[in-house]
């Protein structure tokens, strides 16, 4: 009988680090707007805290008047967790004239998003931060990635609250691709959208170079009548949390498509979806993950 050198376990340990590591990632942890629970959403600093978490990161883009690409759920400065440029409190009446779309980047940076209490989210660390580049916070963070000696992962979704033409979906879709392919992310990538035309420009102006996620609303309840009004087949399937059950997840696996609900922030409802065979997860809290 022949016994095992140390070399040999060495050489075992080696060969089975990409398995171990490909088992780690498979159920998709994804940090809601960076995991806006527990740092300011979208910023820089609360994505590189979603990596420590092991999480993809989960993103919003607006273009600003100057044809920049910024980080940004909402479509202004937003009254809820933003300060003016002294520091003030905005109110409701300011957001109508703090547009993205009607600023500058220099102008919309002068902005604190980080240091107001969120009232949602009491457990946000507070800290000065601003509405980042999508390019600059990319870069940022696989140079903090790369630091840590992991590879991160994105899931990236126009803002919500566009009035969307043919030709703003090519422009927008084909600015976002450019700063992702320059970067060379596209394979640890995701493109989501409720929007089927934003969808349906990236499948046909970039097929096959990013995955693709369809975003389902609240009363989108049928799987079948929702996958025909796309001409492909989605990757991932993300609905509403409270629309998924086994049937749901049994029939997207079927069809070889990955279930992520979003967004889910109680360790009782993440518990229970990872119970139905979920692939993934989106959630404000990348700690219950």
Excluded at 73 to 88: A, C, R, W
Excluded at 112 to 133: C, N, R, S, W, Y
Excluded at 253 to 261: D, L, N, S, T
Aim: proline content about 4%.
């Amino acid at each position: 009988m022949k016994y095992i050198t140390y070399h040999t376990i060495f050489r075992l340990w080696v060969l089975l680090l990409p398995v171990a590591a490909h088992a780690q990632h498979k159920f998709d942890k994804q940090a809601h707007r960076g995991g806006r629970g527990l740092m300011p959403e979208n910023t820089i600093a609360a994505m590189k805290n979603a990596i420590d978490w092991g999480c993809t990161l989960e993103m919003d883009l607006y273009i600003t008047k100057d044809s920049q690409l910024v980080v940004s759920h909402e479509p202004n400065i937003s009254s809820v967790f933003g300060l003016d440029t002294n520091g003030k409190i905005l109110t409701k009446a300011d957001e109508k004239r703090l547009m993205l779309k009607d600023l500058t980047y220099s102008q919309i940076r002068k902005y604190d998003i980080g240091t107001k209490l969120h009232p949602e989210f009491p457990e946000q660390k507070k800290m000065k931060a601003v509405i980042p580049l999508f390019s600059e916070l990319v870069d940022s963070v696989e140079a903090y990635a790369k630091s840590k000696h992991v590879k991160a992962r994105y899931n990236i979704q126009p803002g919500p609250a566009y009035t969307i033409s043919d030709s703003f979906r090519t422009d927008f879709v084909k600015r976002m691709m450019d700063i992702i392919l320059s970067r060379k992310i596209e394979k640890r990538s995701m493109f989501q959208a409720f929007d089927l035309g934003m969808l349906e420009t990236v499948h046909r102006d970039y097929p096959g170079k990013i995955k693709i996620s369809y975003l389902v609303g609240a009363s989108r309840k049928n799987l079948e009548a929702a996958l025909k009004r796309l001409s492909f087949k989605p990757e991932i399937y993300s609905p509403y949390y409270k629309l998924v059950n086994r049937q749901l997840v049994e029939a997207c696996h079927e069809k070889k498509i990955k279930v992520i609900p979003w967004t889910v922030n109680t360790k009782e409802e993440i518990d229970q979806l990872k119970k139905l065979g979920v692939d993934g997860i989106i959630s404000d809290y990348p700690n219950l993950l």
